[in-house]
Protein backbone atom coordinates (compact mmCIF):
# COMPACT_ATOMS: atom_id res chain seq x y z
CA UNK A 1 0.00 0.00 0.00
CA UNK A 2 0.96 3.09 -0.98
CA UNK A 3 0.27 6.54 0.98
CA UNK A 4 0.76 10.24 -0.33
CA UNK A 5 0.71 13.80 1.07
CA UNK A 6 -1.42 15.90 0.04
CA UNK A 7 1.39 17.55 -2.53
CA UNK A 8 1.84 13.99 -3.86
CA UNK A 9 5.09 13.02 -2.62
CA UNK A 10 5.01 9.58 -1.14
CA UNK A 11 5.64 9.20 2.48
CA UNK A 12 4.58 5.75 3.23
CA UNK A 13 4.76 2.15 1.17
CA UNK A 14 4.51 -1.42 2.54
CA UNK A 15 5.61 -5.02 1.12
CA UNK A 16 4.69 -7.99 2.03
CA UNK A 17 7.73 -10.63 2.94
CA UNK A 18 7.22 -14.34 4.13
CA UNK A 19 3.96 -12.76 5.05
CA UNK A 20 5.00 -9.58 6.97
CA UNK A 21 4.32 -6.45 6.40
CA UNK A 22 7.64 -4.03 5.63
CA UNK A 23 7.54 -0.76 6.22
CA UNK A 24 9.78 0.45 2.72
CA UNK A 25 9.79 4.02 3.11
CA UNK A 26 8.43 6.19 6.02
CA UNK A 27 8.03 9.78 4.93
CA UNK A 28 7.52 10.28 8.84
CA UNK A 29 10.68 9.28 10.54
CA UNK A 30 13.69 9.06 8.28
CA UNK A 31 14.24 5.13 8.31
CA UNK A 32 13.91 3.16 5.50
CA UNK A 33 14.23 -0.41 4.49
CA UNK A 34 15.75 -1.30 1.35
CA UNK A 35 16.04 -4.98 0.25
CA UNK A 36 19.62 -5.77 -1.00
CA UNK A 37 19.56 -9.55 -1.78
CA UNK A 38 17.20 -12.31 -2.18
CA UNK A 39 17.32 -12.59 1.82
CA UNK A 40 19.19 -9.31 3.20
CA UNK A 41 17.58 -6.06 3.98
CA UNK A 42 19.42 -2.49 4.97
CA UNK A 43 17.06 -0.75 7.67
CA UNK A 44 18.33 3.13 7.33
CA UNK A 45 18.62 4.82 10.96
CA UNK A 46 17.06 2.00 12.98
CA UNK A 47 19.35 1.98 15.76
CA UNK A 48 19.16 5.77 15.97
CA UNK A 49 16.32 5.75 18.38
CA UNK A 50 18.41 3.93 21.01
CA UNK A 51 21.75 5.64 20.20
CA UNK A 52 22.14 7.14 23.76
CA UNK A 53 22.11 3.37 25.18
CA UNK A 54 23.62 1.92 22.53
CA UNK A 55 26.96 4.17 23.01
CA UNK A 56 26.66 4.04 26.89
CA UNK A 57 26.64 0.16 26.82
CA UNK A 58 29.86 0.23 24.26
CA UNK A 59 31.87 2.46 26.39
CA UNK A 60 31.33 -0.47 29.21
CA UNK A 61 32.36 -3.27 26.94
CA UNK A 62 35.59 -1.45 25.83
CA UNK A 63 35.98 -0.79 29.00
CA UNK A 64 36.27 -4.42 30.11
CA UNK A 65 37.59 -6.49 26.86
CA UNK A 66 39.75 -3.34 25.04
CA UNK A 67 39.77 -3.45 21.35
CA UNK A 68 42.57 -4.92 20.06
CA UNK A 69 44.58 -5.95 17.13
CA UNK A 70 44.02 -9.67 16.17
CA UNK A 71 46.43 -11.45 14.30
CA UNK A 72 45.30 -13.30 11.14
CA UNK A 73 46.16 -16.83 10.78
CA UNK A 74 48.52 -16.01 8.11
CA UNK A 75 50.61 -13.61 10.53
CA UNK A 76 49.06 -10.35 9.35
CA UNK A 77 48.39 -7.54 11.68
CA UNK A 78 44.10 -7.26 11.03
CA UNK A 79 43.62 -3.11 10.56
CA UNK A 80 40.88 -3.32 11.99
CA UNK A 81 40.77 -3.24 16.24
CA UNK A 82 37.90 -5.67 18.03
CA UNK A 83 36.18 -7.00 21.17
CA UNK A 84 33.39 -8.91 21.86
CA UNK A 85 30.41 -9.57 24.36
CA UNK A 86 28.38 -12.04 25.03
CA UNK A 87 28.75 -15.87 25.42
CA UNK A 88 31.31 -16.05 22.77
CA UNK A 89 33.56 -14.14 21.25
CA UNK A 90 35.38 -14.18 18.05
CA UNK A 91 39.41 -14.04 18.18
CA UNK A 92 41.85 -14.82 15.49
CA UNK A 93 45.53 -16.00 15.79
CA UNK A 94 47.86 -17.92 14.44
CA UNK A 95 46.24 -20.96 15.04
CA UNK A 96 42.83 -19.85 13.15
CA UNK A 97 39.90 -17.94 13.41
CA UNK A 98 37.01 -19.46 15.83
CA UNK A 99 34.53 -18.01 18.83
CA UNK A 100 35.70 -18.39 22.42
CA UNK A 101 34.24 -18.49 25.39
CA UNK A 102 36.88 -16.30 27.34
CA UNK A 103 38.72 -13.10 26.42
CA UNK A 104 42.27 -14.21 25.95
CA UNK A 105 43.47 -11.23 26.70
CA UNK A 106 42.03 -11.13 30.54
CA UNK A 107 41.37 -14.87 31.07
CA UNK A 108 37.53 -13.68 31.84
CA UNK A 109 34.55 -14.62 30.64
CA UNK A 110 33.46 -11.86 27.47
CA UNK A 111 31.05 -8.67 28.62
CA UNK A 112 27.62 -9.75 28.83
CA UNK A 113 25.64 -8.62 26.07
CA UNK A 114 23.60 -5.93 27.35
CA UNK A 115 19.63 -6.03 26.40
CA UNK A 116 19.49 -3.17 24.22
CA UNK A 117 22.14 -4.84 22.06
CA UNK A 118 20.09 -8.31 21.81
CA UNK A 119 16.77 -6.68 21.79
CA UNK A 120 17.85 -4.41 19.04
CA UNK A 121 19.32 -7.16 16.95
CA UNK A 122 15.81 -9.66 17.39
CA UNK A 123 13.78 -6.39 16.33
CA UNK A 124 15.71 -5.45 13.02
CA UNK A 125 16.34 -9.58 12.68
CA UNK A 126 12.07 -9.87 12.75
CA UNK A 127 11.58 -6.88 10.61
CA UNK A 128 13.42 -8.76 8.16
CA UNK A 129 11.40 -11.77 8.77
CA UNK A 130 14.16 -13.75 11.01
CA UNK A 131 12.00 -14.36 14.25
CA UNK A 132 13.21 -15.41 17.30
CA UNK A 133 16.75 -14.69 16.80
CA UNK A 134 19.07 -15.18 19.89
CA UNK A 135 22.55 -13.72 19.25
CA UNK A 136 25.62 -15.10 21.72
CA UNK A 137 28.29 -13.58 19.98
CA UNK A 138 28.55 -9.64 19.17
CA UNK A 139 31.76 -8.48 17.77
CA UNK A 140 32.95 -5.42 17.85
CA UNK A 141 34.98 -3.85 15.11
CA UNK A 142 36.78 -0.59 15.52
CA UNK A 143 38.28 1.07 12.06
CA UNK A 144 40.35 4.02 12.05
CA UNK A 145 40.21 6.38 9.10
CA UNK A 146 42.47 4.00 6.40
CA UNK A 147 40.97 0.42 8.27
CA UNK A 148 39.27 -2.07 5.58
CA UNK A 149 38.04 -5.60 5.56
CA UNK A 150 38.80 -7.65 2.64
CA UNK A 151 36.53 -9.38 0.52
CA UNK A 152 35.54 -12.99 2.63
CA UNK A 153 32.34 -15.12 3.54
CA UNK A 154 31.57 -15.55 7.70
CA UNK A 155 31.99 -19.38 7.85
CA UNK A 156 33.22 -19.73 11.68
CA UNK A 157 29.57 -20.14 12.76
CA UNK A 158 27.57 -23.72 13.48
CA UNK A 159 24.59 -22.63 11.82
CA UNK A 160 24.52 -20.93 8.94
CA UNK A 161 20.30 -21.02 9.21
CA UNK A 162 20.50 -18.39 11.40
CA UNK A 163 21.09 -14.61 10.17
CA UNK A 164 23.68 -12.20 10.85
CA UNK A 165 22.55 -8.65 11.98
CA UNK A 166 24.95 -5.78 11.51
CA UNK A 167 24.75 -1.94 12.75
CA UNK A 168 26.86 0.59 12.04
CA UNK A 169 27.51 3.57 13.81
CA UNK A 170 30.14 6.26 13.63
CA UNK A 171 31.69 7.43 10.08
CA UNK A 172 30.53 6.28 6.87
CA UNK A 173 31.90 3.13 5.39
CA UNK A 174 31.93 1.83 1.42
CA UNK A 175 30.08 -1.80 2.14
CA UNK A 176 31.21 -4.36 -0.56
CA UNK A 177 28.21 -6.82 -0.98
CA UNK A 178 29.24 -9.70 -3.47
CA UNK A 179 27.92 -13.35 -4.17
CA UNK A 180 28.52 -16.80 -3.03
CA UNK A 181 32.33 -17.12 -5.22
CA UNK A 182 34.96 -14.34 -4.42
CA UNK A 183 35.42 -13.77 -8.43
CA UNK A 184 31.39 -12.64 -8.54
CA UNK A 185 30.92 -8.63 -8.72
CA UNK A 186 30.26 -7.01 -5.70
CA UNK A 187 27.48 -4.13 -5.08
CA UNK A 188 28.71 -1.09 -3.47
CA UNK A 189 26.50 0.61 -0.74
CA UNK A 190 27.43 3.29 2.17
CA UNK A 191 26.55 2.26 5.56
CA UNK A 192 25.80 5.35 7.60
CA UNK A 193 25.31 6.03 11.63
CA UNK A 194 22.57 3.98 12.93
CA UNK A 195 21.90 1.97 9.57
CA UNK A 196 21.42 -1.85 10.34
CA UNK A 197 21.37 -4.41 8.12
CA UNK A 198 20.09 -8.47 8.39
CA UNK A 199 21.82 -10.90 6.03
CA UNK A 200 20.33 -14.41 5.95
CA UNK A 201 19.27 -17.53 3.79
CA UNK A 202 20.68 -17.56 0.72
CA UNK A 203 22.56 -14.83 1.36
CA UNK A 204 23.86 -15.64 4.57
CA UNK A 205 27.42 -17.23 2.81
CA UNK A 206 28.18 -13.90 -0.07
CA UNK A 207 31.07 -12.27 0.07
CA UNK A 208 31.56 -9.27 1.59
CA UNK A 209 33.93 -6.59 2.97
CA UNK A 210 34.62 -2.55 3.50
CA UNK A 211 36.78 -0.11 1.45
CA UNK A 212 39.19 1.70 3.65
CA UNK A 213 37.24 4.31 5.65
CA UNK A 214 37.70 8.20 4.79
CA UNK A 215 38.93 10.55 7.30
CA UNK A 216 36.41 12.62 8.90
CA UNK A 217 34.70 13.51 12.33
CA UNK A 218 31.14 11.97 13.56
CA UNK A 219 28.83 14.31 16.25
CA UNK A 220 29.43 11.35 18.73
CA UNK A 221 31.74 8.72 17.49
CA UNK A 222 34.62 11.59 16.24
CA UNK A 223 37.02 10.20 13.62
CA UNK A 224 36.20 6.31 13.61
CA UNK A 225 33.80 3.65 12.48
CA UNK A 226 32.09 0.71 15.15
CA UNK A 227 30.60 -1.54 13.68
CA UNK A 228 28.12 -4.70 15.89
CA UNK A 229 28.11 -7.53 14.16
CA UNK A 230 25.27 -9.84 16.15
CA UNK A 231 25.47 -13.55 15.31
CA UNK A 232 24.59 -17.47 16.76
CA UNK A 233 27.92 -18.28 16.93
CA UNK A 234 27.75 -21.97 19.13
C1 LIG B 1 27.18 -9.96 4.44
N1 LIG B 1 32.13 -6.90 9.39
O1 LIG B 1 33.02 -8.74 11.14
S1 LIG B 1 29.09 -5.98 8.54
C2 LIG B 1 32.76 -9.14 9.99
O2 LIG B 1 31.26 -3.58 8.78
C3 LIG B 1 32.32 -8.15 8.98
O3 LIG B 1 32.59 -4.47 10.23
C4 LIG B 1 31.83 -5.83 8.49
O4 LIG B 1 32.16 -8.49 7.87
C5 LIG B 1 31.88 -4.53 9.22
O5 LIG B 1 32.83 -10.31 9.63
C6 LIG B 1 30.61 -6.00 7.68
C7 LIG B 1 28.63 -7.61 8.66
C8 LIG B 1 28.33 -8.70 7.73
C9 LIG B 1 28.35 -9.86 8.40
C10 LIG B 1 28.00 -11.02 7.78
C11 LIG B 1 27.60 -11.07 6.48
C12 LIG B 1 27.95 -8.70 6.41
C13 LIG B 1 27.57 -9.89 5.76
C14 LIG B 1 27.23 -12.28 5.86
C15 LIG B 1 26.83 -12.31 4.56
C16 LIG B 1 26.81 -11.16 3.84
FE1 LIG C 1 32.12 -10.65 7.75
Not at 45 to 67: D, N, P, V, W, Y
Not at 101 to 127: E, I, N, Y
Request: hydrophobic share 35%; aromatic share 8%; proline share 5%.
Amino acid sequence: MVFESEDGREVYRETTLKGQNLVLFDGLSDATTLQIGPESWLLRGFALEHETELLQALKRIIAEASLRQMITPGGQNMSVRTTSCGRLGWVSDRKGYRYEDRDPVSGRPWPAMPDVFSSLAATAADAAGFSDFEPDACLVNQYSPGAKMGLHQDKDERDFSQPIVSVSLGLPATFLFGGLRRSDKALRMELQHGDVVVWGGEDRLRYHGVLPIMAGRHPALGNQRINLTFRKAG
